[in-house]
Nanobody
């Protein structure tokens, strides 16, 4: 399974961006799709994840209410709609995937086997 992230860019505080993560056609579609981010000098942190049928979504406290994760299994794509962006959201955003993740591990980056290359999001103040 290969993942390709896109959609990053430079935006002013309060603005919006939508990230996309295209999953290779060889995937079955039954996977958890997630987003993590890594700011300079910091560890990679959990942002959001969605299960294979979109019935369950999870968010970090720092983005809850501002970001929305979704997916289109017909297009093998996972999205992250980011609204009300803040300078502290500046980071490289990575999409991640896994065929199964237990609930207690949902925010653990080590629980995800597949990773995209990352896309830079910069929010200016």
């Amino acid at each position: 399974v290969q993942l390709q992230a896109s959609g990053g860019g430079l935006v002013q505080a309060g603005g919006s961006l939508r990230l996309s993560c295209a999953v290779s056609e060889r995937s079955s579609g039954r996977y958890f799709g997630g987003w993590f981010r890594q700011a300079p000098g910091k560890e990679r942190e959990f942002v959001a994840v969605i299960n294979w049928n979109s019935q369950s979504t999870y968010y970090s406290d720092s983005v809850k209410g501002r970001f929305t994760i979704s997916r289109d299994n017909a297009k093998n794509t996972v999205y992250l709609q980011m609204n009300s962006l803040k300078p502290e959201d500046t980071a490289v955003y990575y999409c991640a995937g896994s065929s199964s993740v237990i609930l207690s591990n949902i925010r653990n980056r080590h629980a995800y086997a597949y990773w995209g290359q990352g896309t830079q999001v910069t929010v200016s103040s």
